[in-house]
């Protein structure tokens, strides 16, 4: 995508994410949009045709273009440049929900996997501040999706990793602990041959 195109993008991805446009809300005609924001038409419809794609607007032939509801018409490809793009309330949300779900993905892989966790309990280090341990858990959630033969973790894990990555984390010294203690539990069942589940 070329740099207008590129513009152009963030420019609805923005507008859109900040309530310019509405989910149900119409867009002028590409024609008179195109004029609108001063580039061309052909530029205009590759950029709405990628953002359809992505569950951002609604396109049919002969019809004006439709904004979606972006969280429950977007693709998680679409969630991780919103929140590389804006910094809003659903952005901070889907960044919290992210964090969340992997961690609750890495446990069920991680617990039905006593190899994994005899590596968690070689790598997991004594001592963690919250840089230390997202780049533990980063490296945790590729070894596990390396591992696992369940396709839907898989892609699940490959697409929350850079979402995850990209989230600024902010830890109590208390949840810091909590998180590091959820490892050491797991590290404890297994060495006590306990049921995981």
């Given at each position: 995508?070329?740099?207008?195109?590129?513009?152009?993008?963030?420019?609805?991805?923005?507008?859109?994410?900040?309530g310019h446009y509405k989910p149900g809300d119409t867009l002028i005609a590409e024609s008179s949009l195109a004029l609108?924001?001063?580039?061309?038409?052909?530029?205009?419809?590759?950029?709405?045709?990628?953002?359809?794609?992505?569950?951002?607007?609604?396109?049919?032939?002969?019809?004006?273009?439709?904004?979606?509801?972006?969280?429950?018409?977007?693709?998680?490809?679409?969630?991780?440049?919103?929140?590389?793009?804006?910094?809003?309330?659903?952005?901070?949300?889907?960044?919290?929900?992210?964090?969340?779900?992997?961690l609750d993905i890495l446990e069920i892989l991680v617990r039905s996997d006593k190899d994994v966790v005899q590596v968690?309990?070689?790598?997991?280090?004594?001592?963690?501040?919250?840089?230390?341990?997202?780049?533990?858990?980063?490296?945790?959630?590729?070894?596990?999706?390396?591992?696992?033969?369940?396709?839907?973790?898989?892609?699940?894990?490959?697409?929350?990793?850079?979402?995850?990555?990209?989230?600024?984390?902010?830890?109590?010294?208390?949840?810091?602990?909590?998180?590091?203690?959820?490892?050491?539990?797991?590290?404890?069942?297994?060495?006590?041959?306990?049921?995981?589940?």
């Open positions: 995508m070329n740099k207008v195109a590129k513009q152009l993008e963030h420019h609805f991805v923005k507008s859109i994410s900040e609108e924001l001063n580039v061309n038409r052909c530029s205009l419809r590759t950029v709405l045709k990628t953002l359809e794609k992505d569950g951002w607007v609604a396109i049919k032939h002969g019809q004006p273009t439709i904004v979606n509801d972006f969280i429950s018409s977007c693709t998680l490809n679409a969630a991780i440049e919103r929140v590389k793009i804006v910094n809003d309330d659903y952005c901070k949300q889907i960044k919290a929900d992210a964090c969340e779900s992997l968690i309990e070689s790598q997991l280090p004594l001592s963690l501040n919250v840089d230390d341990l997202i780049a533990f858990e980063v490296w945790l959630a590729k070894l596990v999706s390396a591992r696992t033969s369940n396709m839907v973790y898989k892609l699940l894990l490959n697409k929350l990793i850079p979402l995850y990555q990209i989230s600024v984390v902010v830890l109590s010294e208390s949840e810091l602990d909590c998180r590091i203690g959820r490892y050491k539990k797991m590290i404890s069942w297994n060495r006590n041959g306990a049921q995981m589940y």
